[in-house]
């Protein structure tokens, strides 16, 4: 690692990977920095079962390096026959399935072919700001504490760490800052997918295991707390990875919150296992093979902005003259307390959801931190209200808007411009040429 970077990327999870390998491809010296031993964020450390949607419903609406990541792991990866078909999905870019060990070696691959350097075991531990810029990041490494300035920076922590610790104002949560209930995925072997693929193609049985779910409520066995499964993905024969169980009303930002709730959750595995093997058939002698490594956050910190894309811009499928890219995933909220009804956001995931080609536009303006004129940020903790971050947190849209956000910070660094400054056109037409859909 040197000192000194045209652009640092802290956090290398999907907006992070995204981020860092676009502004190495437009010439940026780049420098990613991961705490992990792995790339991938949330969909290698917290085991999370697949992709959300790439398409809206009639066409992509994901390109550039999301789209490259999905199709590189594809090749490598079991096509899984199961398919979730509710309507408006496309088979080939819609909920693909994650095979963690193959994203692995994708985003290791693709980050060096690049040409960003990468610092895995790296923690961004302290930000160093001088009046409304940052100059420079302390870093927790292997090899003691070190220091790396850059033109711009871009904060893809997932929870607004490098914004936050430069001083800039951040949101939190709802009125009274509690987040969605955060969730354990974890991984079952042994599992007979032939069996379960029957059962499947007879029931009509979906990728929310609905119909075990409805007899295992009627029987009063269903896990106490929950609703419903929010997804299972068959990951190669034999094997599946579960999207269930919530931990509620935790604090994301204390030892002691993300302790309690990684306790909890795991405390709960052992139940939702019970339900899996009496209710799911195929899974009878179904074991458990992993958890996380880390509970899923599905939300933290968010930026305040120079643009708060709003519920309201997603009610109006708003465009915009500096959108960076389009999407059209539903609000999926989570219950933040358990009094509320685990899924209970999903009244609104349904009554929120698009006709298929309906898109609203992501502003430019949403990834410029406010307080500060040289830190991007991208992924789960763009400047949105509660509604809209719950529709852009998903995986597809941290890749889009960690694109733009490299995109910017390496134009922005080579012309020696401010990211306020930034011809918005050009912008465009260099995420066009790298692949980005922006209609
Ligand atoms: C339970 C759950 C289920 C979900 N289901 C889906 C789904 O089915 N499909 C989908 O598309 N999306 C899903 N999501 C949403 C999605 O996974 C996340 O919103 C998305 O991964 C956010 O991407 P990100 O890059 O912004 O942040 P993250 O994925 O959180 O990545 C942030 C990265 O920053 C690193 N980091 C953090 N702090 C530091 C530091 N101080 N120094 C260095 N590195 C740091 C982290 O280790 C991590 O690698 C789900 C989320 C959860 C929690």
């Not at 031993?37 to 969909?43: I, K, S, T």
């Not at 609000?331 to 006709?355: K, P, T």
Request: aromatic fraction near 8%; hydrophobic fraction near 45%.
């Amino acid at each position: 690692m040197k000192e000194q970077y045209d652009v640092v990327v802290a956090g290398g999870g999907p907006a992070g990977v995204a981020a860092a390998v676009s502004a190495a491809r437009c010439g940026a010296d780049t420098l990613l920095v991961e705490k992990a031993g792995y790339l991938g964020g949330m969909a290698t450390d917290a085991h999370i079962p697949a992709f959300c949607t790439f398409t809206d419903g009639k066409a992509l609406e994901v390109g550039g390096v999301g789209l490259e990541i999905l199709q590189a792991m594809q090749a490598r990866m079991w096509r899984s026959p199961f398919y979730d078909a509710k309507p408006g999905r496309d088979f080939a870019y819609d909920w693909v399935p994650i095979d963690t060990e193959i994203l692995k070696a994708v985003l290791d691959a693709l980050v060096q072919q690049s040409g960003c350097t990468l610092a895995l075991h790296t923690t961004l531990a302290e930000v160093c700001r001088e009046g409304r810029a940052v100059t420079a990041l302390r870093l927790a490494t292997p090899a003691g504490m070190c220091t790396v300035r850059a033109a711009q920076f871009i904060d893809c922590t997932g929870n607004a760490l490098l914004a936050h610790g430069a001083g800039a104002e951040c949101l939190c949560g709802d009125e009274n800052g509690r987040v969605q209930a955060a969730t354990l995925c974890f991984q079952i072997a042994n599992f007979d997918t032939q069996c379960f693929l029957a059962y499947a193609k007879e029931t009509g049985e979906n990728g929310n295991l609905s119909k075990a779910s409805a007899c295992a409520i009627a029987d009063g066995k269903f896990p106490a707390g929950e609703t419903q499964v929010a997804g299972i993905a068959l990951i190669t024969p034999g094997t599946a990875t579960l999207n269930f169980g919530h931990v509620f009303d935790f604090d994301p930002f204390t030892s002691e919150g993300m302790t309690r709730a990684e306790l909890e959750a795991r405390r709960a595995l052992p139940e939702l296992m019970a339900f899996l093997q009496e209710y799911v058939p195929g899974a009878e002698n179904a074991v458990l093979i992993g958890s996380g490594p880390s509970i899923g956050i599905r939300e933290s910190r968010r930026i305040a902005a120079d643009y708060m894309l709003c519920r309201a811009d997603y009610d109006r499928r708003a465009d915009f003259d500096d959108a960076i890219g389009y999407y059209s995933y539903p609000i999926d909220l989570h219950a933040a307390r358990q009094a509320e009804g685990a899924m209970s956001g999903h009244g609104d995931y349904e009554s929120s959801r698009y006709a298929p080609g309906e898109r609203y536009g992501i502003p430019y303006r949403s990834l410029i931190v406010r307080d500060l004129d040289n830190v991007l940020a991208a992924g789960r903790i763009i400047g949105a209200d509660r509604a809209a971050q719950a529709s852009v947190r998903v995986m597809p849209a941290c890749f889009l808007t960690g694109q733009a956000a490299g995109t910017a910070a390496a134009l922005c660094a080579k012309a020696h411009t401010d990211l306020r400054k930034l011809n918005i056109e050009q912008l465009k037409q260099t995420l066009k040429d790298a692949g980005a859909i922006l209609q």
